[in-house]
Structure formats: C-alpha cells, structure tokens
C-alpha cells in the first residue's frame, strides 16, 4: 500500500494563476481532508469529505475548492492564487466517517507551495 | 469556536532530562489524539486517549486526558536526540466532522 500521495511536492505560482494539489489513498478510507500548516500555526482544516460525493467547510475554506467523485481521490484547487496562500498543504485520511471520531489520521508528505 | 492551546511553544532541553507538554481548551472533546511530526513529513499517530481521566504510556512518553475531556498532557521521561520534532495535539468535538490541531511545541533534545 501507497498510503496517502500528494503531488506535487513543490510548486511555485504567480498571485491569480490557479492550480490543482492531488491526493490519493488506497486504503478505502471514507474520510478525507486538506490542512495547510504555516509557522506558529499548526494545521489548519481547509476542507474535508466523509465519503464521495459529500464534502464540507473547514476552518478556513476561502479561496479553495475541493470535489470527491471517488473513494480514492481528493483534489484540491486553487481558484486564483494569492501570497496568502504560501504555505504546506497536507492531505489527510482516515477509516471512519463517525462524528467526533477517534480514528487515525493518515497524512501525506505535504506539498509545499509558494505564491509570488 | 473550538479552540486547542498547547505550551509550551518551544522546549531546548538536555537529554535525560524529564519534560510535560500540555493541550488545553476551553470546549470538550470526545477524544484527544497526540502526533509528532519530523520536518519535510506529515504528522504520525502517537496515542488517541478517549475516556476522561484516561491515562496511556508508549515506552517513555506517558499521555492523560483530563477529566473534564477538555485537556490533555504528554510527559516525557528521560528524553532522548530521537524525540526531537514538533508534537501536535489534536481533536474532534462531540458531533462534529471538523479536526482541529493545536499550535504545536516544538521539542528539540540536545545530546
């Protein structure tokens, strides 16, 4: 098993052009989410999907969109980058789909993105 | 708005030394979960403590939930260069999707 894969590993954008972070899983897991993690921050939760089909709002969801059309597959785009976006992109996922779940949370390796 | 708040924030300390990492809120979880991340990698589990009162050991790293469900610590017993690396605490409340980590204290064990 892969796990968790995120490509790319590092990017470099111009401020208004956009993109599209990839992450896959093969461990069937129902739960998926996006986090960026800036200096003195730690993470915080963009987006997240409970099963295909299905997702929501994190903490800060602005300037990001996500879709979940299969189990495997959670892509992240940015609509029109900004220097605010500068920062490590970690996606996330987990077996269960229970609220207020207890499950592990298995992560990529992170993508790190730089927006000039 | 749920909130974690872990101190400290940076800790330099000899090895052998003993050291208490602390995640606290003001809100009430279901249960708390303890990561470390090495730099260039993503978090990894450590421990999810999930009954009030709870207390877990992992070799020398001893976890506790509070009673109230609204904390957490991780004591670490003569610390080693291997436990360097940013530990993060982490939770979901009662009826809720939404993870959130805390702000993380960055532990760094000088041989």
């Known amino acids: 098993n892969a796990g968790v894969t995120q490509t790319p590993k590092f990017q470099v954008l111009k401020t208004g052009q956009s993109m599209t972070l990839q992450c896959a899983q093969d461990?069937?897991?129902?739960?998926m989410s996006w986090y960026r993690q800036d200096p003195g921050m730690g993470l915080r939760l963009i987006h997240y999907s409970v099963g295909a089909g299905i997702t929501d709002q994190g903490e800060v969801p602005n300037g990001y969109n996500v879709s979940r059309s299969t189990t495997e597959d959670f892509p992240l785009r940015l609509l029109s980058a900004a220097p605010s976006q500068t920062s490590v992109y970690f996606c996330a996922s987990s077996y269960s789909r229970t609220s207020g779940s207890a499950n592990e949370q298995f992560f990529g390796p992170g993508t790190r993105l730089t927006v000039l | 708005t749920q909130l974690l708040e872990q101190s400290p924030q940076f800790l330099s300390i000899q090895e052998g030394e003993n050291l208490t990492v602390y995640c606290n809120s003001s809100?009430?979880?279901?249960?708390l979960q303890w990561y470390r991340q090495e730099p260039g990698e993503g978090p990894v589990l450590l421990v999810t403590v999930v009954t009030g009162g709870e207390v877990k050991k992992l070799k020398r790293l001893t976890f506790q939930f509070g009673d109230a469900r609204k904390d957490s610590s991780l004591h670490i017993t003569a610390a080693q260069p291997g436990d360097t690396g940013l530990y993060l605490c982490a939770g979901a409340g009662p009826g809720t999707y939404k993870y959130i980590f805390g702000t993380g204290t960055r532990l760094k064990v000088l041989a």
């Open positions: 461990m069937n897991h129902e739960y």
């Open positions: 809100s009430v979880f279901s249960s």
